[in-house]
């Protein structure tokens, strides 16, 4: 046993290992360009500046209070999203009349763009948290969604029927088959709507151009004179959230999970 899991973590080290040089491969080509004079310095600054500029934001409390504002409408429309999502998924994929119903309406509504929905709910809703939180939800809604509807149509009908056979009414079934069996898809969903969530946050912030968020600093640092290093630092930070988020929501479902093919397969050697 303690031969498999040094094997783990020895294959685990390696690619920790090859996405660093990765990271430092593309640091180094930026930071080579940077200073090379290709590029004026006033439009890309070298990766070492930029990188700098972020390090220094991390003590300025006016921009943590932007990096929260975003964090905040991120959370509330994930929320929103799953407590959406995963009660209407289980019922179209329980009764699957209802869900070829109403499966081309849906289909027809997830294409759409929610950056492009800003001035239709602006106008129902303000502007503020009540519009950037109904955005993130909207785009969201749609992995979590169709993740547990596919989830629940892979359930086992061995193990189904098995409780059938023994008297299980209809909701145990659900309970006691069918939601575990789909919670790892839910999981999965849920990972990849919280980076659309976060791209949704970022990018209603910045098309918006007032109020709080990160989008708000970068679309305010673009304005300026030399705001070009301020953007980049914005995007660094954006892209360490979307990191972290994803990290900390793998590891979770590692966690729970480790049976699934998925996570077996990262366990491998």
Request: net charge positive; with cysteine; hydrophobic share 55%.
């Amino acid at each position: 046993m303690r031969r498999v899991e040094g094997v783990r973590r020895t294959g685990r080290g390696q690619r920790l290992g090859l996405g660093t040089l990765g990271v430092l491969l593309a640091f180094g080509a930026c930071e080579a360009l940077g200073r090379s004079g290709i590029v004026g310095r006033a439009y890309l600054p070298p990766a070492s500046e930029v990188l700098a500029r972020a390090v220094r934001l991390a003590g300025d409390t006016a921009f943590l209070g932007q990096v929260g504002a975003t964090l905040r409408a991120w959370a509330l429309g994930l929320g929103l999203a799953c407590a959406i999502a995963v009660p209407l998924g289980l019922l179209l994929g329980s009764l699957p009349l209802l869900g070829a119903a109403v499966r081309s309406v849906l289909e027809c509504l997830r294409p759409l763009p929610s950056v492009a929905l800003i001035p239709l709910v602006s106008l129902l809703l303000g502007t503020g948290t009540r519009t950037e939180v109904t955005l993130i939800a909207y785009a969201s809604v749609w992995p979590v969604l169709f993740n547990t509807v596919y989830g629940l149509g892979a359930t086992d009908p061995l193990a189904k029927d098995t409780l059938r056979a023994f008297g299980f009414g209809r909701l145990a079934v659900l309970l006691r088959v069918e939601l575990p069996a789909t919670a790892p898809f839910i999981a999965t969903g849920i990972r990849i709507s919280a980076a659309v969530a976060l791209v949704l946050a970022v990018a209603t912030e910045l098309l918006a151009g007032f109020g709080q968020g990160l989008g708000i600093f970068i679309a305010q640092a673009q304005l300026a004179t030399d705001g070009a290093r301020d953007v980049l630092a914005g995007v660094v930070w954006a892209g360490a959230l979307g990191l972290a988020v994803d990290t900390a929501l793998v590891h979770g479902e590692r966690r729970l999970f480790p049976w699934t093919p998925e996570h077996r397969a990262q366990d491998a050697p």
